[in-house]
């Protein structure tokens, strides 16, 4: 397994880009921790197909290099970097039997028999197809396909990396839930390097250490699911993790004064917010408190989603969502406080820190 370096990489697709929207990925340069299982999160279009194929080496960065273990390995091919990959639509052999397809790239590497043997029927229980080892793949359903290409993507251990694109898009909602546990499993006992892309943010939670969060070809945060949560470094986190998403209303900052509409919060410090055109605060749903105390809110709806209800409110002219408890009672004339802690500054929709 391999430390995976992102040196200063950035990519267009055209040839002489002008501008940053020539890039599909703009400046990417960070180090990814060997035996790390990472998500890269984002929206369609964000780039993270393009980061993917640059790490396994169908795509030569514009500019940039990728290193392993600190060895520069930009200019070598994909079965040179030693790299494993299951894409979102199956990649097997359709007349060789399914045993045959787990063990096609380990005897591709020289292993010997009764390791190979050993190997497959490990992964055959995992990916719940041992009854089926000596079927064909043809005639198989597209579910089964598609959990062989995932089974070779992991038979192998000796490779630096496995790279994994919406690989359980075609897998029904159940098993897709059982074959993610399992991956997280496997990656728990073997320290594999993974790198997971999906546009699903359950995905992403529970099946990696750090999220990678992608948007419009930049990685805005990289973090664990609580960072993401209580702490969005970019307001696009804050939208895209949780549901509802963080609420973000224009705001005036001076000093430690944060001023929306005609209310005004008193912060513990002075964000540093200097030259910004724009100034928003953040705050998720569950750090609101309803109630008779605070800011005054006009109620628009109610959601009932079972144990939590959402309030839809308008608050200093914007509209604010906020998580309750099923039980927890909406006066007329409601009121809200946001926790001091959970309350974030952004200038121009990046989190900010205190003025030094
Ligand atoms: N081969 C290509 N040639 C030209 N432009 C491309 C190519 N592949 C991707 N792009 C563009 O690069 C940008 C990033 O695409 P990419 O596929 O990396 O995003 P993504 O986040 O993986 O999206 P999706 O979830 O839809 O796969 C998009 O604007 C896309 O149109």
Request: charged fraction near 25%; hydrophobic fraction near 40%; glycine fraction near 8%.
């Amino acid at each position: 397994m391999a430390r995976i370096t992102l040196d200063h990489i950035r990519h267009a697709y055209g040839p002489n880009p002008k501008s940053e929207k020539d890039y599909a990925l703009r400046e990417v340069d960070h180090e990814w921790n060997d035996g790390g299982a990472y998500a890269l999160l984002g929206p369609s279009g964000c780039g993270k197909t393009t980061l993917l194929n640059i790490i396994s080496g169908l795509v030569q960065p514009s500019h940039g290099r990728i290193l392993f273990d600190g060895k520069d390995v930009t200019d070598l091919s994909t079965q040179q970097r030693n790299i494993a990959q299951v894409f979102q639509f199956p990649v097997i052999y359709d007349t060789m039997t399914v045993y045959d397809n787990l063990a096609f790239p380990l005897r591709n590497r020289g292993v010997a028999e009764p390791e190979v043997d050993r190997r497959v029927r490990e992964i055959l229980e995992m990916i719940d197809l041992s009854g089926w080892a000596n079927r064909r793949a043809r005639g198989l359903t597209a579910d089964q396909k598609q959990k062989i290409s995932l089974g070779r993507g992991l038979v192998r251990s000796d490779v630096n990396a496995i790279l994994f694109d919406e690989p359980l898009t075609v897998i029904d909602p159940h098993m897709k839930w059982v074959l993610r546990s399992q991956l997280k499993r496997l990656h728990k006992q073997f320290g594999f390097t993974m790198v997971y892309v999906t546009h699903d943010q359950t995905e992403a939670l529970t099946f990696a250490d750090k999220v990678v969060v992608m948007y419009d070809g930049e990685i805005v945060q990289i973090g664990t699911p609580a960072e993401l949560f209580e702490r969005p470094s970019h307001t696009f986190v804050g939208y895209f993790i949780g549901s509802p998403g963080m609420n973000f209303m224009p705001a005036r900052v001076e000093g430690n004064a944060v001023r929306m509409g005609g209310e005004t919060l008193t912060l513990d410090y002075a964000p540093k917010t200097t030259g910004a055109t724009k100034t928003e605060l953040g705050i998720r749903p569950e750090f609101i408190r309803i109630g008779r105390e605070g800011m005054p809110i006009t109620v628009i709806k109610v959601e009932d989603i079972g144990r939590l209800k959402i309030v839809r409110a308008q608050f200093a002219g914007q509209p604010l969502a906020i998580v309750t408890s099923e039980d927890a009672e909406i006066p007329s004339e409601a009121r809200v406080t946001f926790e001091p802690t959970a309350i974030g500054i952004y200038a121009d929709s990046w989190r900010v820190g205190r003025e030094a």
